[in-house]
């Protein structure tokens, strides 16, 4: 290794060395200080891999290895990469400095109430958002709720979000709470010094719905895609934070602002670190999102029709799905996001053609723009859908803001106007209200848990499929002695076979797509077909 490459490498493991040390003293809630920084640096030339720079071994052949050896050589290369990108989704998995932790918390949620101006919103209440915020607190093991407390504000993007009388009777009340740790403030972000100085006048920790969402999804995310997703969201919070944390520094040390003799400052160094996460964390997301791309043509190539199940976080998403697929193995639960991931279910339509219903993140009213980006990748799938159903809890006071929001992100996620125009709303859970019947047009009422109207919604997926597919229904007269009612058993989707026996044919229905006809009249020209 020269020695500019030496002094890389380096350079990049003091870089890392410093993000450990800045987390490990973020995690502990101590001051992060140029000391600590510096007793936690600890340069050394980096260790030569085993078996890299060697003399060839006795009888080895060195590089007279041959063919046999250098494919060896390349598996053992793949397998040296494979291990270095587990390693490095390790790293950046590896413990969040924003993580709230798994202790428990007795919290107040506190709303600020907008009473009137472009802030507010017609289509909920104070109270209906407050009870939302709740369920969030609920959601959370070991989270309990102590107090819901509603204070009206005229603007709550001002640095205190209230006015200094109802900022003071809060401070009051929350002072007052018997174990208070915690106050939940249900706006979207505050700032890291709001953040602060609110911290200080309470005494407690203070979290807005970002932080909440975020470890919502920390505890529910299982695979790495969606653990790297919520690392993501987590860099826009972390620059924030590295603002606020860089002023207190400066005024502690009161010294030079350069480090380690670099040239550059404290921030400098911490930006670029962010950075450099934030740049592998999309080059592993892009990697998985080509293995998800790989397995979608494969899919195309069968000719299975996707269609993605989507709606408001709790709105029966999951149990609609096993409902149509009869999967014993989906386990429903009745709380707000507990699907982070994207899953694949296979179903049968009544024509008997198999299609793959794909489970999806819910949404929420205010979710951070930033979770929703971070989360496009996974949301990506939908783009690809055949047919898009819209689950809606009918029963929820708000099911209309919960519409409108779960077409605000649809439209932002860019899907093509005809997934949009030819989406299926299906109004959930009509068991819980007498004889109810839907208002929209061509929405269609059912129940999931209790089986009530899926006939129905599946006829209607059937005939949308149809149309989104492009695929055919004919009949086709098929020799008994040959292979074509084989093929058509595993190519297309068989509905009847009607056997004539005097002359050993069979008269087919089949649902068939395009290319898969096109195959069927190149293996079989002499065969009769009938269009319906």
Partial sequence: MGPGRLSQSLLLRCRWTVAAAVGA??????????????????????????????????????????????????????????????????????????????????????HPAVKWGPKKSPLTTAELQIAEAVALVDTLQNWTVL?????????????????KGNFQVLTEKIKKLPHVTAVFLNVERISSLTKKELEDAWGVKVFDRYTVVLHIF?????????????????????????????????????GSRYIM??????????????????????????????????LRSQRRK?????????????????????????????????????????????????????????????????????????FSATLEEVVYSDLIVHVRDITHPETILQKATVLSVLKNLNIPSHLLDSMVEVHNKVDLIERYKPTEENALAISALHGH?????????????????????????????????SWLYKEATVQEVEVMPEDGTARVKVIIGNSAFSRYKNLFPNSKILMP
């Fill in 25 to 110: 003293a973020r995690c502990r809630g101590g001051p992060l200080s140029v000391r600590s920084l510096s007793a936690a640096v600890r340069l050394r030339a980096p260790q030569r891999p085993p078996g890299r720079g060697e003399p060839p071994r006795a009888g080895g052949g060195g590089q007279w290895k041959g063919v046999a050896g250098a494919g060896r050589d390349e598996e053992e290369e793949e397998g040296d990469e494979e291990e270095e990108d587990e390693a490095e989704l390790e790293e950046l998995l590896g413990p969040s400095p924003l993580a709230v932790g798994p202790g428990a918390q007795r919290v107040a949620v506190v």
């Fill in 147 to 163: 107090d819901k407390i509603i204070i009206p504000t005229k603007n709550p993007d001002k640095k205190f979000i209230f006015g």
């Fill in 218 to 254: 920390r505890c529910n995310a299982r695979t790495k895609e969606a653990k790297l997703q919520i690392a993501l969201a987590e860099i826009p919070l972390l620059r924030s934070n590295l603002k606020n944390e860089v002023s207190q520094l400066d005024q502690q040390r009161g």
């Fill in 261 to 294: 003799g670099s040239g550059e400052t404290f921030m400098e160094t911490q930006n670029r670190i962010l950075k450099e996460k934030e740049l592998k964390i999309r080059s592993a997301l892009e990697k998985l999102r080509r293995k998800r791309s790989l």
């Fill in 302 to 374: 069968r000719e299975f029709p996707i269609i993605s199940v989507m709606g408001y976080t709790n709105c029966g998403k999951t149990t609609l799905i096993k409902a149509l697929t009869g999967e014993a193995g989906l386990q429903p639960r009745d709380q707000l996001f507990a699907t982070l991931d994207i899953t694949a279910h296979a179903g049968y339509l009544p024509s008997r053609m198999a299609v793959i219903y794909v489970d999806t993140i819910g949404f929420l009213t205010d979710l951070p723009h930033n979770l929703v980006e971070s």
């Fill in 453 to 485: 109207g899926l006939e129905e919604l599946k006829e209607e997926i059937e005939k949308k499929i149809l149309t989104a597919t492009g695929k055919k229904i004919l009949t086709v007269n098929v020799n008994l002695q040959g292979p074509q009612l």
